[in-house]
């Protein structure tokens, strides 16, 4: 099977090139490099791994390559942590849905006249912004109040294309949502803000690498958004890539949608005595708390039961074994001056 991936330079997608490839794809990448610059990839020359250098909303560029794939996976769009849904609130709507509306247009050309069998498409855990259900199962998205986040907003329309490309058009889809992606090979974005936490700058707005690099740094007491009781379950990026994979591969998962996540839930606070821990074993845990962003949702724990009925997949990766692979990486980043 041939599999086409938008976005494949981007992070979640780093880790879903691979495992596409270890399982025997090939692989059409996709991507314009605006998020993080070129970056190298271990698979780089894998001879399964087709890179094309371009912009997503270049419909008749998508069109093209997609001719001889089966799959589709949609991945690309503008995104980063909880400062860009500030600085970018319009541009986030606005160039999100230019991208989707061309990546739709370009598949369902392709379902009509080529090979292409599916669209998985990867939506966002902020889809469900506004749930007071927890854990938060799928279907909730339709049920609670929309997302006041532009990104979840945008998000939520996101699955709404592939909803309508199937009214209309009878293009078989997947919504996949992932819950929280870390791990390694995440940079800092060309167009990240530099916002201050203390004495520190943020790195990315993403909480693990941005806690593990304040502490490497030295930073004492700890700077915390919020008051440290925001709940996440922080899911590692290979246990995702697998779960994505899955979404592509089970014909159980053909028009469904599948929350993708860790059952573990971690308070920030937690995270941050975990990190503290590991960096600095026999000093104190001191912490301060910052004012937080408007659209840090104070809960995120969804419910994948459905994900292990279905796919049978539940991400087995604990949060201690991500960050003994994340805290060499981002230290090493530090020490080359990219963090």
């Not at 997608?13 to 059409?28: F, K």
């Not at 606070?269 to 026999?282: A, C, F, R, T, V």
């Not at 949702?297 to 459905?306: E, F």
């Amino acid at each position: 099977m041939k599999i086409m991936v938008t976005g494949s330079e981007g992070f979640i997608c780093g880790y879903l090139v691979e495992n596409l490839l270890d399982h025997g794809y090939q692989v059409v990448g996709i991507d314009n490099f605006s998020k993080y610059g070129k970056v190298k990839r271990s698979y780089a020359n894998n001879p399964n791994y087709t890179l094309v250098e371009g912009d997503v909303c270049d419909t008749n560029l998508l069109i093209k390559h997609l001719k001889d794939c089966d799959h589709l996976v949609a991945s690309a769009a503008k995104i980063g942590g909880i400062s860009y849904f500030h600085e970018y609130a319009y541009d986030l709507m606005a160039e999100n849905e230019r991208i989707m509306a061309s990546t739709f247009d370009a598949a369902i050309k392709a379902h009509k006249e080529n090979k292409l069998k599916k669209i998985t498409v990867l939506s966002s855990s902020m889809v469900y912004e506004n749930t007071s259900k927890y854990p938060t199962p799928e279907g909730d998205e339709l049920l609670s109040p929309p997302p006041f986040s532009t990104y979840g907003f945008q998000k939520l329309a996101t699955e709404y294309f592939a909803k309508g490309a199937w009214e209309q058009y009878k293009l078989p889809f997947t919504i996949a949502r992932p819950f929280n992606c870390i791990g390694i090979g995440e940079g800092r974005a060309l167009g990240d803000v530099e916002i201050n936490s203390g004495n520190v700058k943020l790195a990315m707005s993403h909480v693990v690498p941005d806690l593990i690099q304040k502490i490497v740094k030295g930073q004492d007491p700890l700077h915390i958004l919020g008051n440290g009781k925001q709940i996440r379950h922080y899911t590692y990026g290979g246990d995702l890539a697998e779960g994505i994979r899955l979404c592509i591969e089970h014909p159980k998962a053909l028009n469904n949608d599948f929350n993708l996540s860790t059952k573990v839930a971690t308070s920030v606070l937690e995270l941050s005595k975990i990190i503290w821990e590991k960096i600095n074993p026999n000093k104190p845990f001191n912490f301060v708390c910052d004012e937080p962003f408007t659209h840090d949702v104070q809960k995120r724990s969804p419910d994948v039961s459905k994900a292990k009925k279905i796919l049978d997949f539940e991400a087995k990766t604990s949060l201690e074994e991500s960050l003994d692979k994340i805290i060499p990486w981002v230290s090493e980043q530090i020490k080359k001056g990219l963090i």
